[in-house]
């Protein structure tokens, strides 16, 4: 995928990502720039979670939003 594709659908998909995870502030999300290891640990550092829960959670988020393509 291209860096403009990727861009456009995580400009998307960033609204979603602050519902799911309340506590991640506007400069935690543009610091994860569309970013799968950037969420996980910025979902870590927020919410206290350890590595392989914060990745269950992105992983449960993937698989309710198909059209979302990192």
Do not use: C, P
């Amino acid at each position: 995928m291209n860096s403009d594709k990727l861009e456009g659908n995580w400009k998307q998909f960033k609204g979603t990502v602050k519902e799911k995870w309340g506590k991640l502030t506007d400069d935690d999300v543009t610091v994860i720039e569309g970013k799968r290891d950037q969420l996980v640990g910025k979902i870590q550092e927020r919410y206290g979670y350890a590595k392989d829960e914060a990745e269950r959670e992105v992983k449960h988020w993937e698989e309710s939003n198909k059209d979302f393509r990192w």
